[in-house]
């Protein structure tokens, strides 16, 4: 395939010869840690270093001999979509004392290595900086045994650790996601979704009990992607006599027609008193006080368990990268490091700044300085307490304020999952600031037409888990129908506008900003939310709906290659969505384990078809049994799927057979993931926040008028933060024509796609994470890991 012209060739400035690098898996499993180890032993080959697994953790470490195995490129194949650890882990006594950290070193001495890559939780990654600390201590005490040659302490002087955080609990501070929450969140809410169904059959209260000894990020987060009516962490004790407001929010919730109730529980949770609440408690207690029937269920391991989602795969196979970029780099005087995620960017963070952290949380907490353990745990989490109480919990009408203000809400475009938990989100934050909101059903063509109604707190109750739009949505631009949707504007008194959808959201708000010239009612606070699937609007890395149909096409890929199991050699040719925007392709790619990505952004040849089909005859004549090559839809008008079906198929001959898939609209259903359930229900609470602040910087002499660029902005996530651009300053960076931004930071990760798949190819290293401080690694503004 075409080679993306990169700021640095990396074989120029790193490179592994005479290394010799180990990975292992320590602690409680956690999903998407194969691919991880997938990343690090694929990378750490490509540099051309020596790779060694470590079979389970570190009594593999201690005990050495075959639980420490050189790992060859097809050692890792066929991984990505396995859960838990393939190279398997435990807990190990024995590495806790002197005299177990003694023999690890003399096994590792041994094979050379020096370069370690820990993949587990705190507890793991201590036990990994004690280990290199004590290293050149443990080599010379090795000397004075006769165990080793004294020029070994010259040679293999010092050990450098770089860290991955494998948790589903998310309990690791420096990290907003680590590798393994996003799957369990996947097992919580399909348990939570299946369950809501009975619950309304019978109208029963369900308490659910969800992991999280010491941490309630599962549970708080899996409470804001389903709306359950309570929940109850270890970070936040509820205050004395919660137990008479939460019966009075059960007992009002069914007042007003709803059939069930749901309660979340994580499984350290306490009260004030630091004494445990149990779901057992809480199930006597609905009992007794309002007669509900009322069912428990613990859902324990299935958390852990299942196939890793797209989101921990890719997060996996990056960290994995940087992990081998970073022991590369490494020095004598370098701390041992931990791989990070700070919003959508990867970060090197000093491991014992981030263990001491975290173990201050549990000081706090132990203390009840609840307040602070909240803030110790991040920003991140901080945003999904608020953001859950805002919602969760409605204010009496008399302690509401009363803005005046009319607001409506409108989806534009083509159905993302996610739309809806936006919707419901912006209609109960514009209450809980006083507004009026108005739902606007069908889009710009509803709005002309009069399809606007006043939207009420609980006409939004279980949006958040339903797929596509219920307000309804259309590819209908303003622009034809600017003097009667003006004119619906003056009828219903609209004094802001919140418009949820895709590229058609970005231009109809062009047109509304362009209209104000000429009709003043466009002269209000607009702000768009980007929502579609293709994942291809101008000013934010991510949209609304592009985890979902993400998840779609990885999970349709994994059930397409395990077709071809005990068959002879096979590839499978894919077509994607996302009109000429490649990230669905490359990204899926990534993470299904794809051999080839053919996307518009990357122009391809007759000659690169024939390049992929040579790397892909070579690959099958060793072990590897099944290839896969996704195709968005509009990459080229000329080499379309049944050409490269075709040419596959005839070049093939003799080695492999050919089969091609289009997976058409089932990318735009399904309901959507915690990702995006949670993504869109943040990021709308926050432009209901500015929506509200601009009403009031707007409003003068008895009505708002707002005619700036800052007026009308797009709120999207950068990098880092979520960030307000006003469309006007947007033009400048899309592409009308191909509906894409002229920029799209995911193109970066195509050459890592294509190392994976064992292409020599240049890999751009410039954006690599440089070591930061925990305390700084997060902006002030920035609403770390948003989404999540």
């Not at 003043?520 to 000013?539: H, K, R, Y």
């Amino acid at each position: 395939m075409a080679q993306t012209d990169t700021k640095k060739i990396f074989f120029e400035n790193l490179s592994g010869a005479g290394k010799a690098i180990a990975v292992l898996t320590s602690g409680g499993d956690a999903q998407g840690m194969n691919a991880a180890v997938r990343a690090v032993v694929r990378m750490g080959l490509y540099v051309g270093a020596k790779v060694y697994f470590i079979r389970e953790g570190y009594q593999g470490m201690v005990d050495g001999g075959e639980n420490i195995k050189e790992a060859t490129w097809e050692s890792v194949s066929s991984m990505l979509q396995v859960g838990g650890t393939v190279i398997g882990s435990a807990r190990c006594k024995e590495f806790r004392t002197h005299e177990g950290r003694l023999k690890a070193a003399f096994n590792l001495v041994k094979l050379g290595i020096t370069n370690l890559c820990v993949i587990g939780g705190d507890g793991s990654l201590t036990g990994a900086n004690l280990f290199r600390e004590e290293w050149s201590g443990l080599l010379t005490e090795l000397v004075e045994q006769g165990s080793l040659e004294p020029q070994s302490v010259q040679t293999y002087s010092a050990l450098h650790i770089v860290g991955m955080v494998g948790s589903i609990d998310n309990d690791f501070c420096g990290t907003d996601m680590t590798i393994g929450t996003d799957s369990a969140l996947h097992r919580i809410i399909e348990v939570v979704d299946a369950i809501m169904t009975t619950a309304q059959s019978h109208q029963r209260t369900f308490v659910l009990e969800v992991m999280g000894r010491h941490c309630g990020y599962l549970a708080l987060v899996s409470a804001l992607a389903c709306g359950a009516d309570w929940v109850l962490i270890p970070e936040m004790p509820p205050d004395d006599g919660w137990e008479e407001k939460m019966c009075e929010k059960l007992s009002a919730n069914r007042a007003e027609m709803k059939r069930l109730n749901i309660i979340i529980v994580a499984e350290g949770a306490i009260d004030g008193n630091n004494k445990p609440i149990t779901t057992d408690s809480i199930k006597d207690l609905v009992v007794k006080r309002l007669g509900f029937d009322t069912r428990v269920t613990i859902l324990g391991h299935v958390q852990r368990g299942g196939t890793p989602s797209a989101f921990d795969r890719i997060l996996a196979s990056r960290m994995g990268v940087e992990a081998v970029l970073a022991l590369l780099e490494t020095t004598a005087n370098t701390p041992a490091c931990v791989v990070s995620l700070c919003g959508n960017q990867s970060v090197r963070l000093p491991l014992l700044e981030c263990v001491q952290m975290t173990q201050e949380v549990q000081k706090a907490m132990d203390e009840k300085k609840f307040e602070e353990a909240v803030k110790l745990r991040g920003r991140s989490f901080q945003n999904n307490l608020k953001t859950y109480k805002l919602l969760a919990h409605r204010k009496p009408e008399s302690e509401l304020p009363h803005s005046n203000f009319n607001v409506a809400v409108l989806n534009v475009g083509a159905p993302a999952a996610g739309m809806n938990a936006a919707v419901r989100s912006a209609v109960r934050v514009g209450i809980s600031e006083g507004h009026k909101m108005f739902a606007v059903s069908d889009g710009f063509e509803g709005f002309y037409k009069g399809q606007i109604k006043e939207i009420k707190w609980a006409d939004v109750g279980g949006w958040t888990g339903q797929g596509g739009s219920l307000l309804g949505t259309k590819r209908t631009l303003p622009a034809k129908h600017v003097g009667k949707i003006a004119e619906q504007m003056r009828t219903h008194n609209i004094n802001a506008l919140l418009v949820i959808g895709g590229f058609e959201a970005l231009e109809s708000l062009l047109q509304l900003y362009e209209a104000r010239a000429t009709h003043p009612e466009f002269c209000i606070p607009m702000c768009m939310l980007p929502a579609t699937i293709s994942n291809n609007v101008p000013g934010s890395d991510l949209t609304i709906g592009a985890d979902t149909a993400l998840n779609a096409i990885v999970e349709t890929c994994d059930r397409i290659k395990q077709s071809a199991s005990g068959t002879k050699r096979r590839v499978f040719i894919i077509e994607t969505m996302g009109g000429y925007c490649g990230y669905l392709a490359t990204v899926a790619g990534l993470a299904a384990g794809a051999d080839a990505a053919y996307i518009y952004e990357e122009p391809f040849d007759i000659r690169d078809l024939q390049a992929n089909v040579e790397h892909l005859t070579e690959k099958m004549k060793t072990s590897i049994q099944r290839g896969l090559v996704l195709r968005n839809e509009n990459c080229n008008d000329n080499y379309t799927t049944d050409f490269i079906y075709q040419l596959y198929t005839e070049e093939g001959k003799g080695v492999f057979d050919c089969r091609k898939n289009v997976l058409g609209h089932m990318q735009q259903g399904g309901a959507p993931s915690p990702f995006d359930r949670n993504f869109g229900t943040k990021i709308s609470a926050k432009a209901m926040q500015w929506v509200s602040k601009k009403l009031l910087e707007t409003f003068r002499q008895g009505r708002v008028f707002a005619n700036s660029e800052d007026s009308c902005c797009l709120l999207g996530m950068r990098r880092r933060a979520l960030i307000f651009q006003p469309v006007v300053q947007l033009k400048e960076r899309t592409d009308f024509v191909h509906r894409i931004p002229k920029e799209q930071w995911w193109l970066k990760l195509r050459p890592l796609m294509k190392i994976l798949a064992k292409y020599k190819t240049s890999y751009d290293v410039s954006d690599s994470g440089q070591l930061e401080h925990v305390v700084h690694s997060i902006p002030r503004d920035s609403d770390a890991s948003v989404a999540m």
